[in-house]
């Protein structure tokens, strides 16, 4: 078989299992609404509402229908963008989501990039600094980032860098497009908090990377050339140990966006996490839906982009040995 | 002829038993881990022997700092930090318990006939809403659990527990996969033992160890994610003294009193730190192939 239909065959195949994962995910998050306390029909009439005007309601929105046939109805909703309307004020869920999203993605996207630029020069460091001193070092850093609670270094950091220099102010959001600067200024304690705790799980990865690669004998035979230790590393053992770096961070975005619901509830930006948190109080869970699903679906996508790089990134991986 | 087998077996593995708990001394992440662990553990028993009532007002010495009355100080209230953060280790531990156990009692099981199944629906099946479930972001699944439950310490910990599932079902699969081809898995095979018995009793007792080490690692995660909930005002409620909640209420007063703010996040971040280290120590002291950083 040629590699060109080899690769289709690999491409199809793993794009058929994430709209099998997102079809899972839906009737997952459609398990949830029905297995919320309370009458939705009720939430939406009001407290006060009679019980013909419930009744009404539910029949209004479709609750009356058996379950397959309400899941089927939302499923369609879904694909044509209509994610249901908010009980608290009447608005579109799909239009409170976009509000929302871009701070939390620009949330997200930096930290991961702080992750990377505190995680691979650590990472290298634990792996080639000789001594005790470096392996200790490492180890405490990330050690201190899985245990220390992105929250809580949150605060530390706003009663540090805030309260006590008042170098930066915390709370609140200006977005990106109407003013970068002070976008950036706010961001910026957010983002170190997140991306410190981030990066202690990616130093692990370039650190082992590193050693598995340096002993590669590609290595050793740019050593016998007499190549400089600097060059080596340039040149042979980065481009080749970040390959599983790209994965480990693509798949921190899941694990990070549950994280930022702490991180905008301390900083109170208005991103997807306290729409989640904040809906939850409101009993708005047709809000708290919409969010479980768009959550997930990047997750997912992420998770798939990451796959594709990494059989780009890495010509040995052959389709074959990633599943076709 | 039974009885000499068991004496047999008794005599081999009393030494190598013994092997493990010196193996398990020498290991640095084991020991220091396991008494940060056990320092939680005593200080969350002995709590109301050795503190103050935690709900106990002090209104003389409100917000203050360290002293020799309040070894932690007082929160704006005048209550005792040391007392509401011992305290406090007692939901925390009894979250991390139920969270773990509750994800390992539904998780291995499932995570088995994952492996085991002779249909390969059964086993298909359960690996596509593993990866479903696993597709929400953590904290936001405890989140959606928690909204169902609603506010409570119990509330929260079967939170933590049915959104740690999926992990635990991964784990338990790769383990008992692993132990598939070995040849007593054959024998018990060949000798037509149930599958349900041969995995009970043959498979998941070799698969213990890294069963052991994900439960370590997980109790860690529980703690900080119950903490995360009670921050939110989703986990443990005032006035029981949870450090989340303490955290929470500690938000409105940085502008004046740090010390409020610093003694519950340090707490979570020592247990988390204990409950990690044990589990690499183990990691490592069962698995000297696959050493951590």
């Given amino acids: 078989m040629n590699r060109g239909r080899v690769a289709w065959r690999w491409l199809l195949r793993r794009l058929g299992a994430t709209v099998l994962t997102l079809l899972i995910v839906s009737v997952i998050v459609f398990a949830f609404t029905q297995a919320l306390p309370g009458d939705p029909a009720l939430v939406h009439a009001g407290a006060d509402a009679s019980p013909e005007r419930v009744e009404q309601v539910r029949e209004e929105l479709g609750l009356d229908r058996p379950l397959p046939v309400q899941y089927l109805s939302y499923i369609g909703d879904v694909v044509t963008g209509d994610f249901g309307v908010s009980a608290r004020d009447g608005r579109p869920v799909l239009d409170l989501i976009a509000e929302r999203l871009p701070a939390t993605l620009e949330l997200a996207i930096l930290s991961l990039l702080v992750a990377v630029l505190i995680a691979v020069p650590a990472g290298i460091f634990a792996a080639k600094g000789s001594g005790r001193l470096s392996g200790v070092l490492t180890s405490a850093l990330t050690l201190t980032g899985l245990s220390v609670p992105a929250f809580w270094f949150a605060i530390m950091l706003i009663y540090v860098f805030a309260v006590q220099l008042q170098w930066f102010n915390a709370g609140g959001y200006v977005p990106l497009t109407v003013d970068w600067q002070a976008n950036l200024a706010l961001m910026a304690l957010p983002v170190v908090a997140t991306g410190f705790r981030r990066s202690a799980e990616i130093a692990r990865f370039v650190r082992s990377a590193v050693l598995d690669v340096s002993t590669a004998d590609y290595v050793r035979v740019a050593e016998a050339k007499g190549l400089t230790g600097r060059r080596i590393m340039r040149r042979h053992i980065l481009p080749n140990s970040m390959i599983p770096v790209v994965t480990v961070t693509g798949l921190q975005m899941a694990e990070m966006l549950g994280g930022l619901v702490l991180t905008e509830t301390v900083f109170g930006i208005p991103g997807i996490g306290r729409l989640i948190v904040d809906s939850i109080f409101a009993r708005d869970f047709v809000v708290v839906q919409g969010c479980l699903l768009t959550a997930a679906v990047l997750v997912v996508v992420v998770n798939t982009l990451v796959d594709l790089l990494y059989t780009r990134l890495d010509p040995r991986i052959t389709l074959e040995a990633a599943g076709v | 002829m039974s009885s000499t087998v068991n004496l047999g077996a008794a005599a081999v593995a009393r030494p190598r038993r013994a092997g493990l708990a010196r193996r398990l001394l020498r290991n640095p992440s084991v020991v220091i881990g396991g008494l940060v662990v056990l320092l939680l553990v005593a200080g969350a028993a002995l709590a109301p022997l050795v503190a103050v009532a935690p709900d106990a007002v002090d209104a003389t010495a409100a917000g203050q700092g360290p002293s020799a009355a309040h070894p932690f100080g007082t929160d704006p209230l005048g209550r005792d930090l040391f007392s509401r953060i011992l305290h406090g280790a007692r939901v925390s531990l009894f979250a991390g318990l139920i969270a773990v156990a509750l994800s390992a009692l539904i998780g291995i099981p499932v995570?088995?006939?994952?492996?085991?199944?002779?249909?390969?629906?059964?086993?298909?099946?359960?690996?596509?809403?593993?990866?479903?479930?696993?597709?929400?972001?953590?904290?936001?699944?405890?989140?959606?659990?928690?909204?169902?439950?609603?506010?409570?310490?119990?509330?929260?910990?079967?939170?933590?527990?049915?959104?740690?599932?999926?992990?635990?079902?991964?784990?338990?699969?790769?383990?008992?996969?692993?132990?598939?081809?070995?040849?007593?898995?054959?024998?018990?095979?060949?000798?037509?033992?149930?599958?349900?018995?041969?995995?009970?009793?043959?498979i998941l007792p070799n698969a213990v160890s890294p069963l052991l080490v994900q439960a370590s690692l997980a109790c860690g995660v529980a703690i900080v994610t119950e903490a995360g909930l009670s921050f939110l005002g989703l986990g443990t409620q005032p006035p029981t003294p949870s450090w989340g909640a303490e955290l929470r209420a500690a938000q409105g007063y940085l502008l004046t009193d740090i010390n409020y703010a610093f003694w519950p996040g340090l707490a979570i971040s020592l247990a988390v730190l204990g409950f990690n280290l044990l589990g690499d120590g183990l990691r490592d002291v069962f698995d000297p192939r696959r050493r951590s950083a």
């Fill in chain 2, 111 to 202: 995570g088995a006939v994952a492996a085991y199944a002779q249909s390969r629906l059964v086993r298909g099946g359960i690996l596509r809403v593993v990866d479903a479930l696993q597709a929400f972001p953590f904290l936001i699944l405890a989140l959606a659990a928690a909204a169902v439950l609603g506010p409570g310490t119990v509330n929260a910990a079967v939170a933590i527990g049915i959104a740690f599932v999926p992990h635990f079902v991964r784990i338990a699969r790769a383990q008992v996969l692993s132990q598939l081809g070995m040849e007593y898995v054959e024998a018990a095979r060949v000798l037509r033992l149930p599958s349900g018995r041969i995995v009970i009793r043959h």
